[in-house]
């Protein structure tokens, strides 16, 4: 019989594990890697939690480090006087301590992904800043990122398919339950709105330093509003989640009019 042919049975084992990833599971993986993905929505607040969910000590010095290395270096071959300082130098060092962290992860054996994408940036930006031979080139990628993210998150208020909503209902398994409970709906709609404001901060303060050429001042600028202002942010989403979270049943008005979605309450 059939049932009982062991080549068969391989043969319908190699056709599931080559089964591409539907959109759904790709974007819960995503989700999963995410910052908001190391947090748990119903488990209790903790500076631990928070640490791993920025990528623990390690990360954080991954994330900070290159960007101390760029502006103490280029302060300190005269970033203040007119002539400004070693452009070379300010970016080759930030390339060469992201190499270093990735040789690190892969002494110790530990996940390289964020380290190589680090690096890859890292270098990228050094190219285009020598091109230009502008310092403040540095910090064009970032702003650019920042916009992206920012659109993004707008077009998903718009369409009424909030962002921060999909990535925790892709954390449950299931990209479009909470859309059926209005408080659930209404709370992931207002996360999203404060990554929103995280992305316009940014731009607000980022923005008018670039155009102005103030290299030093959008160097303390991004080190500010990198890690400690997402952190933050990330801290007070994972308030809402777990408050919307906590022992909650789907919403028994899940069928009213869309002229109730939160969208239009905000």
Do not use: C, H
């Not at 930006?125 to 916009?147: E, R």
């Not at 901060?201 to 991004?222: H, K, S």
């Not at 049943?249 to 939160?262: K, L, M, N, Y």
């Amino acid at each position: 019989m059939s049932n009982g042919d062991p080549g068969a049975q391989q043969d319908g084992a190699d056709a599931n594990e080559e089964r591409p990833q539907t959109f759904s599971e790709a974007f819960a993986e995503a989700a999963r890697k995410s910052g908001l993905g190391q947090l748990k929505p119903g488990e209790n607040p903790s500076g631990t939690a928070l640490l791993g969910a920025i990528g623990g000590v390690r990360g954080i010095i991954e994330s900070v480090v290159p960007g101390i290395g760029f502006l103490v270096i280029y302060l300190s071959t005269g970033g203040l006087t007119k002539q400004g300082g070693n452009l070379a130098l300010s970016v080759i060092i930030p390339v060469v301590l992201a190499l270093v962290f990735v040789v690190a992860r892969a002494g110790a054996k530990s996940s390289m992904t964020s380290a190589i994408a680090g690096a890859v940036g890292l270098a990228f930006t050094a190219i285009l800043t020598l091109l230009t031979n502008k310092a403040s080139t540095n910090f064009v990628p970032g702003i650019v990122i920042n916009v992206v993210f920012l659109v993004a998150l707008l077009v998903s208020l718009a369409v009424r398919w909030p962002l921060i909503g999909m990535v925790v209902g892709a954390l449950f398994g299931d990209l479009t339950g909470w859309r059926q409970d209005r408080a659930k709906r209404r709370v992931l709609t207002i996360a999203t709105w404060l990554w929103v404001g995280l992305f316009v901060i940014r731009l607000a303060l980022e923005v008018p330093l670039y155009i102005a050429g103030n290299v030093p001042a959008l160097g303390i600028v991004r080190l500010i509003t990198s890690v400690p202002l997402y952190a933050a942010f990330l801290w007070v989403t994972w308030l809402l989640v777990r408050g919307a979270y906590a022992g909650r049943a789907p919403d028994s008005d899940a069928d009213d009019d869309e002229a109730d979605d939160v969208s239009d309450e905000v």
